[in-house]
């Protein structure tokens, strides 16, 4: 069974969106999250998505869902106070999912909902890698100069070498029953500060595989990726209409 763990739980701060959280904000006429979900939705080997969602939004999202005939969700959690609580709450929905379909684990593929251009090929290497070495990392080529710094002074400290350098993106996909079991141990030990599930997973020594992923695969948290993830959506649909 394979299952997307959407996170939804953003709140626009850096998008300067003051009416809607950023995934709600819409671009060619549907929202950020139905862009989204639409990928996960259309791919064959996706049998389920559970979605965390700030919990004043989730009466909102359900319309949509609705309305965009997004019909693999099958339960939708409210959010943490941090994006690792999120996603633990979104493993906690998958596992019932798992449950209720009579299986005993599952790959989570977890996912930004504000990260729409993702591709079809993506998902699929993802669930080829989890299911051949236990886990995924979609990443993106670095194409510039990474400097490593002193926090206090701004000196630099390293040049990494790019070609040996990858950038973290989404999804981020494992076994369930292992993922949850390491959400668990850093809760147990109360660290609740991991940026991402890569990162904790490598706190704990887990092996992590990546998989080269598209290089437009951003996840919009700026005006400006908002206005770079439009102009990708026009591209594709002067693309489809040449």
């Known amino acids: 069974m394979n299952i997307a763990v959407i996170f939804a739980g953003g709140v626009g701060t850096r998008m300067n969106s003051k009416e809607k959280p950023k995934q709600f904000l819409e671009v060619y006429h549907k929202p950020i999250i139905i862009h989204t979900l639409d990928v996960f939705e259309k791919h064959e080997l996706i049998d389920a998505i559970v979605i965390a969602c700030k919990e004043e939004w989730i ?14 969700v099958k339960e939708i959690v409210p959010g943490g106070e941090t994006g690792q609580k999120s996603i633990y709450n979104g493993l906690l929905a998958a596992k019932s999912v798992c449950s209720e379909q009579g299986k005993e684990n599952a790959v989570v593929l977890i996912h930004d909902g504000v990260r729409p251009i993702i591709d079809e090929e993506t998902i699929t290497l993802n669930i080829e890698s989890v299911e051949k070495n236990g886990s995924a990392i979609t990443t993106g080529r670095v194409t510039e100069t990474l400097l490593v710094i002193d926090e206090k002074s701004s ?17 981020q996909s494992f076994f369930l029953n292992d993922i949850l079991k390491y959400h668990e141990k850093a809760r147990s030990e109360g660290r609740f500060d991991f940026i991402d599930t890569c990162t904790l997973m490598s706190h704990y020594g ?4 990546l ?32």
């Open 59 to 72: 009466e909102y999202l359900e319309d949509l869902i609705k309305k965009y005939h997004i019909d693999k």
């Open 155 to 171: 000196a630099i400290e390293d040049v990494p070498d790019r070609s040996a350098s990858r950038l973290a993106k989404a999804p």
């Open 206 to 209: 887990f092996k992590l595989t």
């Open 211 to 242: 998989v080269d992923g598209p290089i437009n695969n951003i996840k919009v948290t700026t005006p400006l990726d908002f206005y770079l993830m439009r102009a990708m959506f026009e591209a594709k649909e002067n693309e489809q209409l040449l």
